[in-house]
């Protein structure tokens, strides 16, 4: 008889550093107000890294929290999925960083999805645990932001949204009868979404330094004018996250024959408070079933849906048994779901 797996979550962590830097804190730098951080995007403070930290660091410290927390030893991973748009260097990507610092010789890719990476990563670990052919995943999303944000009235509606920190996950094969699905109470990973609209592509983005067609990878001009730095139409961005999300959800729910109410708990990306309210209030979804922290964290882009999980397992909210789903959209555009039996 043919062996069917699924995968089921094993563990959550994350990292945060320590360094609080509140909405006051910058106004000392641009002109912006705590009042006008909080009601558009309901941030309140992140955490920004000390000098001699790199992204594959924090990364490697969410790794080990997600591992102590399933008791996986990291020389049993089968594979490290990483995500990140901050990587340590341009090449290698950090997952092969991070397999390092966690003295193991699992493969280490790297996925490329900006603030949807977490969701892809789950899903390309999910194909990877149902075809049988890995056991243990270690998925890992780290960001460094606050290198690469302009601290001025420039840069100013990039630069308040943005946070420091990783989150991890730890995926685990499990041989089963029948797969999981919305109705029958087996644990682990149901349904998956993936999306991407390419023709977003410039509406967020870090253009330079790259290989879009310039003579060289990055010019002097363009260096002192800070070329490198992200740029974004926030308003695009808005509206195009509230319509994904929305879809993304929608599809889920038709597809696996579920009612908004049905959903336990929704873990969104967190990039605006506004954003998921709305989603949220679109659905049908009770407010108290959806999950927050961009109030603490900013958007940690590929890190915010762990580092969300984490503290939402660790605060009871999220529990075995409970139908969970995540949802996210960024850059690209990019966005996907999860639809998960906890
Ligand atoms: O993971 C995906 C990542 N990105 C996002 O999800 C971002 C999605 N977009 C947003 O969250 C919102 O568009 C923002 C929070 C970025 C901006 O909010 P908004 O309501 O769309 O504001 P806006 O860009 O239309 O700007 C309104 C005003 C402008 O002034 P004027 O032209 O009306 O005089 C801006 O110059 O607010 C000004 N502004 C600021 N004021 C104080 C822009 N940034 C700031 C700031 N502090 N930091």
Same mark, same amino acid.
């Given at each position: 008889m043919k062996q069917i797996f699924c995968s089921t979550v094993s563990s959550v962590g994350m990292y945060v550093p320590e360094k609080i830097v509140t909405n006051e804190d910058l106004t000392k730098l641009m002109d912006t107000s705590d009042e006008w951080i909080e009601e558009r995007t309901g941030i309140k403070e992140r955490r920004f890294v000390e000098s001699g930290v790199a992204t594959s660091d924090l990364g490697h410290k969410a790794a080990i929290d997600a591992l102590n927390k399933s008791r996986i030893k990291s020389q049993d991973l089968d594979l490290i999925i990483a995500t990140t748009l901050s990587p340590d260097f341009y090449f290698p990507g950090i997952g092969v960083l991070i397999q390092n610092k966690l003295s193991c010789d699992a493969p280490a890719i790297d996925l490329r999805g900006q603030c949807s990476g977490f969701t892809w990563a789950m899903t390309t670990a999910d194909s990877f645990i149902r075809?049988?052919?890995?056991?243990?995943?270690?998925?890992?999303?780290?960001?460094?932001?606050?290198?690469?944000?302009?601290?001025?009235?420039r840069g100013r509606n990039v630069s308040v949204l943005f946070g420091d920190g990783a989150g991890a996950m730890v995926l685990q094969s499990r041989e089963v009868e029948h797969l999981p699905t919305a109705t029958n109470n087996e644990r682990g990973i149901i349904d998956n979404l993936m999306g991407s609209d390419g023709s977003g592509a410039e509406i967020l983005a870090i253009k330079r330094p790259g290989m879009s067609g310039?003579?060289?990878?990055?010019?002097?001009?363009?260096?002192?004018?800070?070329?490198y730095l992200p740029i974004m139409d926030g308003r695009q961005v808005f509206k195009n996250a509230v319509r994904r999300l929305f879809e993304s959800a929608t599809t889920i729910l038709e597809r696996n024959k579920l009612k908004a109410s049905d959903i336990d708990v929704v873990i969104p990306h967190q990039a605006n408070l506004r954003i998921n309210s709305a989603v949220a209030e679109k659905? %049908?979804?009770? /407010?108290?079933?959806?999950?927050?922290?961009?109030?603490?964290? *900013?958007?940690?882009? +590929?890190?915010?849906?762990?580092?969300?999980?984490?503290?939402?397992?660790?605060? %009871?909210?999220? /529990?075995?048994?409970?139908?969970?789903?995540?949802?996210?959209? *960024?850059?690209?555009? +990019?966005?996907?779901?999860?639809?998960?039996?906890?």
């Open positions: 075809s049988g052919q890995y056991k243990k995943i270690l998925i890992v999303g780290a960001e460094i932001q606050s290198r690469v944000i302009e601290f001025s009235n310039e003579d060289e990878f990055i010019t002097t001009e363009e260096t002192s004018e800070k070329a659905l %049908g979804i009770e /407010k108290h079933k959806v999950m927050h922290n961009i109030q603490k964290y *900013g958007n940690t882009t +590929s890190a915010s849906l762990p580092i969300c999980m984490s503290e939402a397992c660790d605060e %009871g909210k999220v /529990k075995k048994g409970m139908l969970v789903l995540t949802l996210a959209f *960024g850059s690209g555009f +990019s966005w996907g779901a999860n639809l998960i039996r906890w």
